[in-house]
């Protein structure tokens, strides 16, 4: 059987991290595109992408990285992607197709949309799928098999450049699925946002405790701390510019969850044993529900 044929002629990756650089592997390994080039501002982090032969060039001024490419995909934090979309906007083919992997959505359209030119059509894309690992080292072209990934154009894209970018994740192994933006990031707020926040939390609050006590939380960690450590160990630029960018969504829910804290904390102080049985069924339940899908 002869391979389908590639999706774009240049694909152009800017900021070639754990995602950008798994996107690479994926297209290079399942001929995604006939060109991979990305940009970095760093001379080693370029120097590695040459090195693992994930791309065929890499530049250090992104606009380099996205003239002439036909698919441009923003792999950096979501703080930066306005900044970028300014200076790469006038050097953009007509009919190019301008996407980023960026973990918020609604922002992201906010800060992109307004600088591209006419014919060039944004499709923001948000693939669920990562690991506590950082840099090009990290990726790994199967990290999309089997997960979702969210597209979230605008009303009035037409629909073969949104298929288009749908392939190219369904290529990666990705099951694909489109969303309003703002559902985007309500939902992300609960599954990924609110997660992180509570990791960050606890992982802290061990942190600040005294010496002799925190050596104990690392020694005993299996029962449960060390699962928090993980998610905590995720890069803190990446999880800043997320919690400043879903303010809104990530504020209604931890008010939320306060409140379901607050609930919980009662029921132990006024030793409701079946209050805290009932809650504890209920969420294994959600457990079962995710090994069903197969997201476990
Ligand atoms: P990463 O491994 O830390 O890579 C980030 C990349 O962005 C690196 O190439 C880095 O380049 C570059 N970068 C960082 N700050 C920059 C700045 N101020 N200006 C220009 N370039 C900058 O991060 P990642 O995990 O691949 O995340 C990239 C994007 O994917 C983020 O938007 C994140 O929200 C999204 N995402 C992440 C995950 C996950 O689990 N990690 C999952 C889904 C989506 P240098 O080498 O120059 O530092």
């Not at 970028?84 to 083919?93: C, F, G, M, N, V």
């Not at 999309?144 to 994740?169: C, H, K």
């Not at 609930?263 to 209920?282: N, S, V, W, Y």
Request: hydrophobic share 45%.
């Amino acid at each position: 059987m002869t391979a389908p044929a590639p999706l774009f002629d240049r694909l152009a990756l800017i900021g070639i991290g754990l995602i950008g650089s798994s996107l690479a592997r994926a297209a290079r390994d399942y001929g995604l595109a006939r060109e991979i080039v990305c940009s970095s501002r760093n001379a080693a982090t370029r120097a590695k992408a040459m090195e693992l032969g994930i791309v065929e060039a890499a530049f250090a001024d992104p606009i380099d990285a996205a003239r002439g490419a036909d698919l441009i995909v923003l792999c950096t934090p979501v703080g930066t992607f306005g900044d970028l979309a300014r200076s790469i906007a006038p050097h953009l083919k007509p009919g190019a197709i301008v996407s980023d992997v960026g973990s918020v959505k609604e922002a992201v359209i906010r800060d992109v949309a307004p600088h591209l030119p006419e014919g060039v059509h944004l499709v923001p894309a948000h693939p669920i799928a990562g690991t506590e690992f950082s840099g090009p080292e990290a990726g790994f072209a199967t990290l999309f098999q089997g997960r979702w990934t969210i597209l979230t154009p605008a009303v009035g894209t037409p629909d073969e450049v949104v298929e288009r970018v749908a392939e190219l994740w369904r290529r990666c192994g990705s099951n694909v699925e489109r969303m309003d933006p703002a559902h985007h990031d309500r939902v992300l707020a609960i599954t990924s946002h609110l997660p992180h926040l509570i990791a960050y939390t606890i992982v802290g609050t061990a942190s600040d405790l005294e010496e002799d006590t925190k050596s104990e939380v690392i020694k005993f960690s299996a029962g449960g701390f060390r699962d928090f450590t993980r998610i905590a160990a995720s890069d803190p630029v990446m999880w800043r510019d997320i919690f400043l960018t879903n303010r809104e969504a990530v504020l209604e829910i931890l008010q939320r969850f306060t409140e379901d804290l607050t609930a919980l904390q009662r029921a132990i102080r006024k030793g409701e044993g079946e209050a805290l049985h009932d809650h504890f069924t209920k969420t294994r339940a959600i457990r079962r529900g995710i090994i069903d899908a197969r997201q476990a």
